[in-house]
């Protein structure tokens, strides 16, 4: 073996050993992440079956049987992400992408459209912090204060 493919093979090796372990901080974070959204589900279902029982006593039945519904459903996803791992979670979001291309690619499509609208909405206060203050050119001497909170021109000679 040439010393090439010795370098080869060893660069080959430490990329499979990084991508393992960013594969597992990755995992782990999906973990900890779907066990904490979870528990925040579970406690608006919770809600949700108070608010079923005081519709209830208010007479309203077909309401509160909705209600019961949504709260069994987000119940149930919440126990699903707090009582699962996080390699069975992306294993699951990779077998309903296969059966369901056109889910994901809605899904997809609006996490970009939501995406757009938080940039969008950022560059928005970027645009009126940056606007706020005093115009002239980037670096106008007489207007330009450092993070202490004094002039430029305070520094010259």
Known sequence: MTTMDQVKTQAQEQAGELAGRAKGVIIGQIDQRSTEFGDTIVTHATNMRQLSDSLRTQGQDSTAKLADTAADRLEQ??????E???ERIVADAERLARRQPLLTLGVGLLAGVIAARLLKASATERYQYYSARP?????????YQNSYGRNAAYYED
């Open 84 to 86: 699962t791992d996080g």
């Open 77 to 82: 996803l919440g126990y699903y992400l707090t």
């Open 135 to 143: 115009t002239g050119d980037a670096f106008n001497q007489s207007s």
